[in-house]
Structures are given as structure tokens and as C-alpha cells.
């Protein structure tokens, strides 16, 4: 039996690995780890254990010391912050992780450098600049406005987002997060956007699949209206698409190794635009598509125990076009096929014509 250790093992984003890993074809004995107490409370794992967080000096040689003491084979996060720390720190890790090597996991956790690539690479891109003081926000506006897309160079589920054309706010935004270096200004896009999760092994594509997000979970509380948490995904088959990601990703890295999430925004022509890489990890609601048929995590394990796993007949987009994974707060995802939507509106349009035929004219 395969013994793994899992980083965040509460949060969202890895509850969703450990539930393709209790789907898969055989056994797997999951330790969790997490720096969070109440988080740790939702682990799904047969072990779990509290650590400190990743930027704590500690936080290595407590991990060190549950992977010896659980004799585990194998090591992943689903957290940037966690995986920047783990990259950068594997000598001190006694267990492999499935990771690229550090120079690709940092160009791509910092957006900017990322953005850098891509751009001298001739690959779509949103014009972006570093905002380092204010002159450099001023030059954001005359160059990328009059709205401008501000966010943080590193952090995941919208983190520092705002769409603003008040410079006044731009400032005060960036004041609050003591975020004078550490942001970026782009052009503003349209809300649509795709992401395309991937496996390689060897400089190889293993297997990848695109999905279009929909919507965003509780997108109408945040400024920007984003929030990281994907409300409706639908899974898509897009060779424009798998043409840009394979692109991106081979622009930061020539032999590509473990996972690569691609993210992209469209323009408003349609035209898509990368915006970033999420390295060593999959998108949080990955579980979709082991529902639908192809088990990523599973895959993603045994590449790592140097087994050559099960895998489907087509490695681009197995699963078919059309599928949704609806989530909601304190419920369990539907998996349901988009053409079941457009009944429930048919549906409501001979309502409302029954309705309006019914009231009395003006």
C-alpha cells in the first residue's frame, strides 16, 4: 500500500486530491498535515497531524520528522506558499515530491516573471506592468486604462485583485497591502477564462484536460469578483487552447516534470491571454474529473512511485465536452451534462408566458 503525505490536508484544495485518491483502483494510507487546527478537523486522512506554518523556521523539520515517523513514500502540497517553501528546501525534505526543478516552480509563482516569459516567448499575454511606486501607477493608467486589473505577483484565489480606473483607490488599495513591489498592473480583460490542468513526466505530456469556469463561488462579495473558488466548471476541448498551454509551459520550462495548471482570460475579441501557472498542484476542484472518468491524482501518485499508471486512450481532453461540476457552500458537487440546462429555461419562459398572459393590460 502506498503511503503518502499530504500538505493542507484540511483546506479545500487538497480535501478534493484525498477524495480522488479514495476513488481510485487501490488502497492508498493518506497522512495529513496542516498548520491550521480547525482545518485539520475536515481531514479525510487515515493520520493527521498539526504543523507550523510554512514560513515558520520550523515548519521543514517538523515535516521531516512525520515523514520519518509515518514512513510515508511520497510528498504533495496544494498551497503556493507551502510548495515555494518545499522547493526551495527539498534537500532538507526525506521524501520525494513530484516537483519541476526551483528556478520553474519561482517563475512561476511570481506572475510577473511568469508574464516576462511568456511575453518574450510571442505568446498572448494581457500587457502588464510591475507597480513599484507611484509613478509607476500613474504610467499603469496612461499606458493599460483607463480600468486597470491590479493584483499580487504571488498568491492564489484572486489574491490582491481589483479592477479599478480610480487612481486615488489603485493607491489606497495598494497602501492597504503594503503592496508597493509586489503588485502588477494589467489590462483589463473580459470575465471569461479556462484553465488546462496537465501531468508530464520526463519533458513528456502524461495527460491534460481543459476546463472553462463559468462562474466563481461567492464571486458577488469581493471587489474584483473573484474568489478562487470555481462555482460551475465545464469541461472543454478547445485546440487553440491546448496549443497556448503546451506553449506556455515549455517557455519556462523545456523538460517540464509533475503538474502545470494553466490559467487563461480572454479578451474581449476571444482572443485568449495567459495569466499564470499553477505549479506542482492542481486546480481545487480536480475531483470533477475524476468523477467524470479520468483520476488525475491517482495518475499523478503512481508517476511518482515510478509505476506507469492506467491511462486513457486520448491524453488531450479524454473527457468529454460539455460536463458540469456545480458547487454550492455545505453540499456535495453535481456532475450533469450541460444540455440539461436549457430545459429548466424553457421551462421558465412558458411560465412567464402563462404569466404575462394572464395580467390585465395597462
Known amino acids: 500500500m502506498k503511503r503518502i503525505l499530504l500538505s493542507e490536508a484540511g483546506g479545500t484544495l487538497m480535501r478534493n486530491v484525498v477524495a ?6 487501490e ?15 475536515l481531514s479525510k486522512c487515515d493520520e493527521s497531524y498539526l504543523v507550523p506554518p510554512a514560513a515558520d523556521p520550523f515548519f521543514i523539520p517538523a515535516v521531516a520528522a512525520i515523514a520519518k515517523k509515518t514512513d510515508v513514500g511520497f510528498l504533495h502540497s496544494q498551497h503556493d506558499e507551502v510548495i515555494k517553501v518545499l522547493s ?18 519561482s517563475a512561476c509563482i511570481d506572475k510577473f516573471e511568469s508574464y516576462r516569459l511568456w511575453a518574450a516567448a510571442g505568446i498572448p499575454v494581457p500587457r502588464t506592468m510591475e507597480i513599484c511606486s507611484e509613478p509607476d501607477l500613474r504610467e499603469a493608467f496612461q499606458i493599460l486604462g483607463p480600468t486597470i486589473w491590479l493584483r499580487l505577483k504571488e498568491g492564489g484565489g484572486g489574491a490582491g485583485a481589483l479592477p479599478t480606473s ?14 508597493w513591489g509586489k503588485f502588477t498592473a494589467a489590462e483589463l480583460l473580459s470575465p471569461e477564462s479556462v484553465t488546462w490542468s496537465s501531468i508530464w513526466q520526463n519533458g513528456e505530456l502524461v495527460v491534460a484536460q481543459g476546463r472553462k469556469r463559468l462562474n466563481w463561488l461567492f464571486g458577488n462579495r469581493t471587489l474584483s469578483g473573484v474568489t478562487g473558488v470555481t462555482g460551475v466548471g465545464e469541461t472543454i476541448s478547445d485546440p487553440q487552447v491546448d496549443e497556448m498551454a503546451q506553449a506556455a509551459i515549455l517557455a519556462i520550462d523545456p523538460s517540464p516534470e509533475g503538474i502545470f495548471s494553466v490559467d487563461m482570460t480572454y479578451r474581449r475579441n476571444g482572443e485568449p491571454c495567459l495569466t499564470e501557472i499553477n505549479i506542482g498542484r492542481f486546480f481545487t476542484t480536480i475531483d470533477f474529473f475524476t468523477k467524470a ?13 515510478g509505476e506507469q499508471p492506467s491511462l486513457p486512450a486520448r491524453r488531450i481532453n479524454p473527457l468529454p465536452s460539455g460536463l458540469l461540476w456545480i458547487r454550492g457552500m455545505d453540499t ?8 440539461s440546462i436549457p430545459g429548466y429555461r424553457r ?3 412558458e411560465l412567464l408566458s402563462s404569466v404575462r ?5 395597462a
Open 88 to 105: 526551495t528546501r527539498r534537500a532538507e525534505v526525506p521524501v520525494p515530491m513530484f516537483l519541476p526543478d526551483e528556478r520553474t516552480v
Open 332 to 339: 456535495e458537487p453535481v456532475l450533469v451534462h450541460k444540455d
Open 20 to 25: 480522488s485518491l479514495r476513488d481510485a483502483p
Open 347 to 349: 421551462d421558465l419562459e
Open 27 to 41: 488502497r492508498y494510507h493518506v497522512v495529513g498535515i496542516c498548520s491550521n487546527p480547525y482545518e485539520l478537523q
Open 166 to 179: 480610480d487612481y486615488g483607490f489603485a493607491k489606497a488599495w495598494i497602501d492597504q497591502c503594503g503592496g
Open 293 to 305: 472518468g479520468v483520476n488525475f491524482p491517482h495518475i499523478f501518485a503512481a508517476l511518482a512511485y
Open 357 to 361: 398572459s394572464r395580467q390585465p393590460e
